[in-house]
């Protein structure tokens, strides 16, 4: 009796470890989770566009300070920092986004909202898809760095 207590018991843990690494987007037995149905910071949801990769190190208190001008300029108008809009405060998006997907939704916009069902999502949500800011990719990548400064 005692054998087949302790294989119910194995056999149950072994169903959780695989429900939870498909559900934070790890392994499993056919692959990983897809980008669209888990965290895209776990499943490493880069976006579409020009930046493919982005080593961010420490925050550069100079390019904030630029990023914090052009974020006043051209996108508090819509997004707020810490409160939404009449599109999502971007300090959330900056937590839950990678750092690729951020600056590849500034560069590239339109493809994104096209193609990336979660940003549809997001538009439908707030009832407008995001104009193309125009921002060059150095721009973006002040934006962000101000960002960074205010995420915790």
């Given at each position: 009796m005692k054998t087949k207590a302790w294989l119910v018991l194995l056999l149950s843990l072994g169903v959780i470890t695989v429900c939870r690494a498909r559900e934070s987007g790890g392994p499993s037995g056919s692959g990983a989770v897809p980008a669209s149905l888990g965290d895209p910071l776990r499943s490493g949801d880069k976006g579409i566009g020009p930046i493919k990769e982005l080593k961010l190190d420490p925050v550069d208190p100079k390019l904030a300070a630029r990023g914090k001008q052009i974020f006043d300029d051209r996108c508090a108008a819509c997004h707020g920092r810490d409160k939404d809009g009449a599109g999502p405060a971007l300090v959330a998006e900056l937590k839950k986004e990678t750092p690729e997907f951020v600056m590849n939704m500034i560069l590239?916009?339109?493809?994104?909202?096209?193609?990336?069902e979660r940003i549809q999502k997001e538009a439908a949500n707030f009832g407008m898809a995001m104009p193309p800011p125009g921002l060059t990719a150095d721009e973006a990548r002040a934006v962000l760095e101000y960002l960074r400064t205010t995420a915790k």
């Amino acid at each position: 009796m005692k054998t087949k207590a302790w294989l119910v018991l194995l056999l149950s843990l072994g169903v959780i470890t695989v429900c939870r690494a498909r559900e934070s987007g790890g392994p499993s037995g056919s692959g990983a989770v897809p980008a669209s149905l888990g965290d895209p910071l776990r499943s490493g949801d880069k976006g579409i566009g020009p930046i493919k990769e982005l080593k961010l190190d420490p925050v550069d208190p100079k390019l904030a300070a630029r990023g914090k001008q052009i974020f006043d300029d051209r996108c508090a108008a819509c997004h707020g920092r810490d409160k939404d809009g009449a599109g999502p405060a971007l300090v959330a998006e900056l937590k839950k986004e990678t750092p690729e997907f951020v600056m590849n939704m500034i560069l590239n916009t339109a493809e994104m909202e096209a193609k990336n069902e979660r940003i549809q999502k997001e538009a439908a949500n707030f009832g407008m898809a995001m104009p193309p800011p125009g921002l060059t990719a150095d721009e973006a990548r002040a934006v962000l760095e101000y960002l960074r400064t205010t995420a915790k």
